[in-house]
């Protein structure tokens, strides 16, 4: 905690939007922009109330499934991605599609695909209902078992304990990733790691740097929605790092004062899918409250970015 008595923030960077979620973004408006109202995106194209919000507003309608559009519409797939059968109903249905689903996503797809070619048992490490575990899970839903935590995996049963791989959902906590993977690798010892890290860089730098400033704060905020997985991971690793507190907000106006009482230090971050207006509008409230002494932890620097999808290339 912090032993001086001037309020301040130390800001977590790197934080908010990834490359992932650039991309995916850009293209909803590029589509907007070519196609005009509407555009058509199943689920939301990321896990952020705001982003969402601005984007109804211009003319994208988000829809549950595909068989909730008209024949022939324009339909954008979300960052998180979906599953062969998600991609068959579109096509039965005649729909135009653009894939926004994040590279690294599509990496633990081809993954699952190629273990499940080789026979294997693919041990998926992630959360139950979120988007992108139902995607990769559909890639192979015979040979894909969910892990939810390391407590689940005391349930687990696979065919042959020699031909076991593990995966996992790119926005997990990578510390309690790590523990999951420790036992399941004493259940089964010769349990196949996955070619490259699934967690994806984004996920593991803003939990790095939220490790970096979490000790000195007496309160971290992360702004991100409630469903957005690596928002609450990032909530979970500050208290888990020895933060004071730490608390999610999606705006500024969600940001009660009275947290403020007796507080010194604010640590500030963001998820991945957060805009960074969002950010700067928790500084000027925090400004108002006396934290204008504000210090930039940089951990990491980010410089990735994706292509646009190969539809709105070619066209």
Not at 274 to 287: A, K
Request: aromatic fraction near 4%; proline fraction near 5%; charged fraction near 25%.
């Amino acid at each position: 905690m912090s032993s001086d008595f001037r309020k301040r923030v130390l800001l977590a960077d790197p934080r908010g939007f990834c490359a992932g979620v650039d991309r995916a973004v850009a293209a909803v408006e590029r589509a907007l922009e070519r196609h005009g109202p509407p555009v058509y995106v199943r689920k939301e194209i990321v896990h952020n109330r705001s982003v969402v919000e601005r984007l109804r507003a211009s003319g994208v309608v988000f829809v549950e499934e595909v068989d909730d559009l008209p024949e022939g519409a324009l339909v954008i797939f979300s960052a998180h991605g979906v599953s062969p059968d998600v991609r068959a109903a579109a096509a039965a249905r005649g729909l135009r599609t653009i894939d926004a689903t994040c590279p690294l996503v599509t990496k633990v797809h081809n993954e699952a695909k190629r273990f499940a070619r080789d026979d294997y048992d693919i041990l998926l490490v992630g959360h139950t209902g979120h988007e992108e575990v139902e995607g990769t899970a559909g890639e192979a839903p015979r040979h894909v078992q969910l892990v939810d935590g390391p407590d689940s995996v005391d349930r687990l049963h696979v065919r042959d304990e020699r031909k076991v791989v593990w995966l996992s959902q790119t926005t997990l906590s990578v510390d309690e990733t790590l523990e999951t993977v420790r036992r399941l690798r004493r259940r089964f010892p010769d349990l196949a790691d996955p070619p490259s890290d699934d967690i994806c860089y984004a996920t593991q730098n803003r939990q790095v740097a939220v490790k970096a400033l979490a000790p000195h704060c007496d309160l971290v905020l992360v702004v991100g929605s409630p469903n957005s997985s690596n928002s609450v991971r990032l909530v979970e690793v500050a208290r888990d790092a020895g933060a004071g507190a730490a608390r999610l907000i999606d705006t500024a106006r969600a940001m009660d004062p009275t947290w403020l009482d007796g507080v010194w230090t604010v640590g500030l971050t963001s998820g991945a899918s957060v805009p960074e207006v969002l950010v700067r509008d928790v500084l000027i409230l925090l400004g108002e409250y006396g934290f204008d002494d504000v210090h930039t932890v940089t951990t990491a620097s980010e410089t990735l970015v994706f292509a646009a999808p190969r539809e709105l290339r070619e066209l």
